[in-house]
T-cell receptor, first 114, second 114 residues
Framework: DAGVIQSPRHEVTEMGQEVTLRCKPI?????LFWYRQTMMRGLELLIY????????DSGMPEDRFSAKMPNASFSTLKIQPSEPRDSAVYFC????????????FGAGTRLSVL | AQSVAQPEDQVNVAEGNPLTVKCTYS??????LFWYVQYPNRGLQFLLK??????LVKGSYGFEAEFNKSQTSFHLKKPSALVSDSALYFC????????????FGTGTRLTVIP
């Protein structure tokens, strides 16, 4: 398996623009997680899905952030409008119940908002 | 509430010496505990986990961790450190019984000095 695939790997945009990050989980995994990592705040869970349904979005910073999982093989994290403080590395991870909660992470998307 | 604490932001060790990265936990019920490693510009990688059974858990790259219920600790260890072990290490605990999400610690940066 190719693992969790995230795109793009790097994104540079200007303040106010819409940003869409993409994630393809490992085939057969039924849970998907979006994290944000910064030097100041460390690793933060933004939202996670079970069987394509959002379970906990309490980590989503504000209404500018939204996430969708239209099917088992694809998820998006959208920021609209983007702000410089959104600059971070965004990770997607997936797992399945049978793996006893072992999460497999993608390589991340490094977002820079100018 | 489930949580983990990593009391050291930074650990330095000489190459060839044993290393320990500390983690303490607070859980209700039986803990599911994990260690992950993050190399520069990469996503987190699973190292090892404790669910039940032997208190000494062996994982990838020669790492092991000791589950200590009385001290509520799950320290990561390696008998002989390599320069290539230099990375960011995260301890994590499953949030609730039956849940798929994890709570991660703040991370400990390990530097192995040649």
């Amino acid at each position: 398996d190719a693992g969790v695939i995230q795109s793009p790997r790097h994104e540079v945009t200007e303040m106010g623009q819409e940003v869409t990050l993409r994630c393809k989980p490992i085939s057969g995994h039924n849970s998907l997680f979006w994290y944000r990592q910064t030097m100041m705040r460390g690793l933060e869970l933004l939202i996670y899905f079970n069987n394509n349904v959002p379970i906990d979005d309490s980590g989503m910073p504000e209404d500018r952030f939204s996430a969708k999982m239209p099917n088992a093989s694809f998820s998006t994290l959208k920021i609209q409008p983007s702000e410089p403080r959104d600059s971070a590395v965004y990770f997607c991870a997936s797992t399945m119940t049978q793996t006893k909660n072992i999460q497999y992470f993608g390589a991340g998307t490094r977002l820079s908002v100018l | 509430a489930q949580s983990v604490a990593q009391p050291e932001d930074q650990v330095n060790v000489a190459e060839g010496n044993p290393l320990t990265v500390k983690c303490t936990y607070s859980v209700s019920g039986n803990p599911y505990l994990f260690w992950y490693v993050q190399y520069p510009n990469r996503g987190l990688q699973f190292l090892l986990k404790y669910i039940t059974g032997d208190n000494l858990v062996k994982g990838s790259y020669g790492f092991e961790a000791e589950f200590n219920k009385s001290q509520t600790s799950f320290h990561l260890k390696k008998p002989s450190a390599l320069v290539s072990d230099s990375a960011l290490y995260f301890c994590a605990v499953r949030s609730l019984a039956g849940a798929n999400n994890l709570f991660f610690g703040t991370g400990t940066r390990l530097t192995v000095i040649p």
